[in-house]
């Protein structure tokens, strides 16, 4: 990431799956899932490494999605960050603040669902042998690759995936 006002979303290493109301991501690297809601997810897409904070509240706003703040769109990047799921590294925004006092604050200026990242860590096994990381479809079709999305396509993001 080139400028930290301007997140950029990770792409590589994850199996994202759009639902009506949320994204669901796994991480291949963390062996981690999370589940944005549309608040959170809205964020992530948005953070295209060219879009400051600013360029994501308004594009948020003129997309019908309600008026939000800036800390409202901090507190989605800083859970995005937390969870692994932007390239590099940013700043935590509310140093010294617990969670309850940003969420209070921005919740009381907000009439849009505060964004929320639920993640949990997924058991070893649900792999199976092997792993879904790939380099061609030909390794997406190798033994042990049974469990993952696809077992013809080797995504763009080297993932054995549509």
Known sequence: ?????????????????????????????????????????????????????????????????????????WLAIDQLNENGLLEGSVAPRFVGQSRRQVLKTIGLASLVAL????????????LGVGSCSCTSNATCATAGRSACPSVTTCNANGVCAP
């Open 1 to 73: 990431m080139n400028n930290p006002n301007n997140p950029m979303a990770r792409q590589n290493g994850l199996v994202v799956q759009e639902m009506p109301d949320e994204v669901l991501v796994y991480d291949l690297d963390s062996n981690k899932a999370h589940c944005l809601n549309q608040s959170a997810a809205f964020v992530w897409r948005s953070c295209d490494g060219a879009k400051s904070v600013p360029d994501i509240v308004r594009e948020f706003e003129s997309n019908g999605r309600g008026k939000v703040t800036e800390d409202f769109v």
């Open 115 to 126: 964004p929320v990242i639920a993640s949990l860590v997924a058991p070893q096994h649900a």
